[in-house]
């Protein structure tokens, strides 16, 4: 059995561990230009999918910095918080640097007979691995290449007219278990801790086009806590949402981003490609106990079981990040109405950590 895993994502490596547990051979083909960065990038793990990937992964514990509480504020309440959640002490995300996992992970898999990697030399590669019949399954996880241009173009696509800035500060030691989003007239701003002296920031900013020390100046004036050392090198991308129509053709599968990419102020981008992989190990699972074989049928299960949860999913992100902006333009009248009560209802709290945590279905 050969599957083909296309791109050189994070999302590829993760995929290809979990395929090599079941003794299937997997090949990763990628660009050579198309080199990972995210320097500045960390990811934000549910500990439910935290638990799925130290068990069938990488235990990534040691480079992963526990998050116990998550309380967001709004333009009009920074002093006191719109919403709180965590309980009993317990950790409700785990924050990991992108790049610190890409390469350990990279690092192991060098070692696993079952996984090949090879570089995309020519423009003709995805001409000829659509022809030829050495893979029985090719999953995209590239959505800028040919493939995905020409094969999988339709998609709900919405531009947020915005841009995310990413750094790292450096502050004094503190204890630094908390997360923190606020609301800003500007756009989403988050405080993502990942050591006692070193925070992750995130800040989505909406039609503007700020200088580095502005967005400097706007950190340090929404900053309730870290007494700041440093910043790192910013980084920036524009904010997309999208959600692709068709998952699969013939024997193909799109992945990842490919099949959907949501604003990052809730941090579930990553979580919703877990939990994607997930499922589809068990209907891997499901074929070989059977004794069948991994055909294009199962790209279409996939789809069947995923692609409305997903979408509900993302737009739930979606519908929280619309509110939210539009509550700004009315002073913040609707979540001082609305949202401090929904914030002060345990069972609210409880069902709303536990969408975070498991998605819909988990």
């Not at 700041?228 to 998952?247: D, G, H, Q, T, V």
């Not at 604003?263 to 579930?268: F, K, N, T, V, Y």
Request: charged fraction near 25%; aromatic fraction near 14%; glycine fraction near 4%.
């Amino acid at each position: 059995m050969n599957v083909c895993l296309i791109g050189n994502s994070l999302t590829n490596l993760v995929l290809a561990k979990v395929l090599a547990n079941k003794n299937i051979k997997t090949t990763i083909f990628a660009e050579k230009n198309k080199k990972n960065k995210f320097f500045s990038r960390t990811l934000g793990i549910s500990k439910n999918n935290f638990d799925f990937l130290k068990d069938q992964v990488l235990d990534i514990e040691k480079i992963s910095w526990p998050i116990k509480s998550i309380k967001v504020f709004n333009e009009l309440s920074l002093k006191e918080e719109i919403l709180n959640f965590g309980f009993n002490n317990t950790k409700l995300l785990l924050i990991v640097k992108y790049n610190q996992f890409y390469k350990m992970l990279e690092q192991s898999l060098k070692k696993n007979k079952y996984i090949k990697k090879y570089q995309i030399k020519n423009k003709y590669f995805y001409d000829s691995i659509l022809k030829n019949n050495e893979f029985q399954l090719i999953v995209n996880s590239d959505n800028e290449n040919k493939i995905s241009k020409e094969v999988f173009f339709k998609k709900i696509k919405k531009d947020y007219k915005s841009v995310a800035y990413t750094t790292l500060i450096q502050h004094d030691e503190c204890e630094n278990n908390q997360a923190v989003q606020i609301f800003t007239k500007k756009g989403p701003l988050a405080f993502l801790p990942f050591s006692k002296t070193e925070t992750s920031i995130v800040y989505s900013i909406m039609n503007k086009h700020l200088k580095e020390k502005e967005i400097n100046d706007d950190i340090i004036f929404y900053n309730q806590k870290y007494k700041i050392n440093s910043f790192s090198e910013f980084e920036k991308f524009k904010l997309k949402f999208s959600s692709l129509r068709n998952y699969c053709n013939k024997n193909i599968l799109c992945f990842g981003d490919n099949l959907h990419k949501i604003h990052p102020m809730a941090g579930q981008g990553f979580n919703m490609t877990i939990r994607d992989i997930k499922i589809f190990s068990k209907l891997v699972d499901s074929k070989l106990d059977l004794g069948l074989p991994l055909d294009s049928s199962i790209l279409k299960d996939f789809e069947n079981n995923t692609k409305h949860l997903n979408y509900i999913f993302s737009s739930g992100i979606n519908f929280i990040y619309e509110f939210f902006n539009m509550d700004n333009n009315f002073e913040n009248q609707l979540s001082k109405k609305i949202i401090r009560r929904l914030g002060k209802n345990s069972l609210f709290n409880k069902m709303v950590t536990k969408f975070a945590d498991n998605g819909i279905i988990y």
